[in-house]
């Protein structure tokens, strides 16, 4: 089993920033993809970026040039910097590792609000 801890949501302003981190609880080997997806009210979850074999990276036009994904091996962390931020970025933020043999594991969410 695998858990995931998720931590950097909150609320800020337009055109501010965040990063969010999500680390796994123990030491994974076979991780196929890490990343981020999001809901938001009434809506359906979304992808918003995804590194898979560590290194090709996807990332929903929404917010491509705005978000970045990284990926610490070492810490089987992975990351996602949010700059210039939206009212419509405005979501529950969820973790998920897809593992090779073991399937695909979710984070409990960490709520993001982009509001004045």
């Known amino acids: 089993q695998v858990e995931l801890v998720e931590s950097g949501g909150g609320l800020v302003q337009p055109g501010g920033s965040l990063r969010l981190s999500c680390a796994t609880s123990r030491t994974i080997y076979g991780v196929y993809a890490m990343g981020w997806y999001r809901q938001a009210p009434g809506k359906e979850r979304e992808l918003v970026a995804r590194?898979?074999?560590?290194?090709?990276?996807i990332y929903a036009d929404s917010v491509k040039g705005r978000f970045t994904i990284s990926r610490d091996n070492g810490k089987n962390t992975v990351y996602l910097q949010m700059n210039s931020l939206k009212p419509e970025d405005t979501a529950v933020y969820y973790c998920?590792?897809?593992?090779?043999?073991?399937?695909?594991?979710w984070g409990q969410g960490t709520q993001v609000t982009v509001s004045s």
């Open positions: 998920n590792v897809v593992v090779n043999g073991l399937g695909s594991y």
């Open positions: 590194i898979v074999s560590g290194v090709s990276t």
